[in-house]
């Protein structure tokens, strides 16, 4: 196969446009629509390694449909009414198949290989820092995935040269990828199907935390188990006879067994922490991971500054470091918080672009009343604590005037909870300074218990 027929086929065919929906398909979807994928420290452009992720979670709609469109290519010949005249030149069989393979195979691979390289220069061109390889393969075996169910798609179009084909293929793959789709509700993704099952499907979980990735286990056992794919795929499409085409199948059940065998059994062992984005990087008593390690210099200095502040208000009960949580949870799930230490989540929403003054502000609300239930973009809790971390922090930091940590928005319930919380300033700020340390002590205390700490402000004995 030279270079002239691939291109002369790669322009007078359907072969381009497989690799074209994936790119204009997966951008359309990442740069149009204002999703979840933009937000946080695991967007799609924030992390190399979850920019990996995304695209492959794009995969669980792409999949089946590049199956089906290889299928329409693999109908050609049936269509033209060519498949008993191309059988007799003397030109063999897995030589003609080469052609349309390499061609479908070569757009599907600069498709998403244009699509990787646009999230890359959005990731290079960002805040982050951290550039580690572990996103190479779940790349490669991305772009593997997408060329082994084309080939695979002609392939099974070819021995079955029916109309049917390619919208059975899809509908079916489609099922089958949705029932194998892994959730990301818990601390790790799992699927209701078993985890080895769920492994052979190409498309991952949305990522959820920066610091999960693929085990090499899922790389190395789902590569044979598409190369499988790939090898069927193209011994049907070169396949002349009955014979030929029974044997077609064994290398997928061939990469299907070993896969079985190599992909872990469980989810603690299919997603893994990666050890060097979670190192921590440390400024003395300010610490954050390798992965965060360009928000630093700004946090260093102004989580001393709120250790200092900390120190003055709560004296020797108070924390004496500050550290980014990189604790995994599922969805929902509390926090598990220390009295030793200001805990930061760069997912949360108050956090993640606050710099200056308002960065201490919020350090020290942190330190005084920490948030028992997450605040992030894909939970939304910890609302309820940002009226008393408010309290606690302009009391710390000797406001005249009460200073929300966030301005309150134009729903009643909000504007009766702030105005609840401005009644309960007033009458701290009444107390005598004794009492006034005392009440914070009360609502540190609550806070780190996953009590009530606006009735500790009020000095209710229930809190």
């Not at 449909?65 to 693999?74: D, P, W």
């Not at 390690?293 to 108070?318: F, I, M, N, Q, T």
């Not at 980014?324 to 929403?349: K, N």
């Amino acid at each position: 196969m030279n270079g002239r027929v691939l291109r002369i086929e790669l322009k007078r065919s359907v072969a381009p446009w497989p690799g074209v929906v994936v790119l204009a398909g997966s951008l359309a979807v990442f740069c149009l629509i204002d999703g979840i994928w933009w937000k946080g420290t695991a967007g799609w452009t924030a992390q190399w390694t979850s920019m990996a992720l995304w695209t492959r979670y794009l995969l669980v709609f792409w999949w089946p449909l590049v199956v089906g469109m290889g299928a329409v290519y693999g109908l050609r010949d049936s269509r033209s009414r060519m498949a008993e005249l191309l059988t007799t030149t003397p030109l063999p069989a897995w030589r003609r198949a080469a052609l349309p393979a390499g061609a479908m195979a070569l757009a599907l691979a600069s498709g998403f290989g244009l699509l990787v390289l646009v999230g890359g220069v959005r990731v290079a061109l960002g805040a982050t820092t951290f550039t580690p390889l572990g996103w190479l393969p779940i790349s490669l075996v991305a772009a593997l995935s997408l060329v082994a169910g084309a080939v695979f798609g002609m392939g099974v179009a070819r021995a079955v040269p029916s109309v049917l084909t390619p919208p059975t293929l899809t509908v079916l793959l489609l099922l089958t990828a949705l029932l194998l789709r892994q959730s990301n509700e818990e601390a790790l993704p799992s699927s209701i199907a078993p985890n080895r099952l769920a492994q052979l499907s190409p498309a991952t979980a949305e990522p959820r935390e920066m610091l999960l990735t693929l085990s090499g286990s899922v790389h190395l056992g789902q590569t044979l188990w598409l190369l499988g794919l790939l090898a069927t795929g193209f011994a049907l499409l070169s396949a002349a006879t009955r014979r030929a085409r029974l044997l077609a199948v064994a290398p997928v059940l061939a990469g299907a067994a070993l896969a079985l065998l190599v992909l872990p059994a469980a989810a603690r062992d299919t997603y893994v922490v990666d050890k060097a984005a979670a190192t921590l990087v440390c400024d003395g008593s300010v610490c954050v991971t390798q992965a965060s390690r360009s928000r630093l210099p700004e946090l260093a200095p102004r989580g001393k500054e709120a250790l200092r502040v900390l120190h003055d208000a709560l004296g020797d009960e108070a924390p004496d470091s500050v550290r980014e949580d990189t604790e995994l949870r599922a969805l929902g799930d509390p926090r598990e918080l220390s009295g030793d230490v200001v805990l930061i989540d760069f997912d949360d929403p108050l956090i993640a672009h606050a710099a200056g003054a308002e960065l201490t502000r919020l350090l020290v609300a942190q330190g005084l009343a920490p948030n028992c239930a997450p605040r992030t973009t894909w939970e939304g809790g910890g609302q309820v604590d940002i009226p008393v971390q408010s309290i606690a922090a302009s009391w710390a930091l000797g406001d005249r005037q009460f200073e929300p940590l966030q301005r309150p928005d134009s729903y009643a319930y909000s504007q009766r909870t702030w105005a609840d919380a401005d009644v309960v300033w007033q009458r701290l700020m009444a107390l005598s300074p004794a009492e006034q340390r005392s009440r914070i002590a009360q609502a540190h205390a609550a806070a780190l218990s996953c009590k009530n700490e606006l009735a500790a402000l009020r000095g209710e004995t229930s809190a």
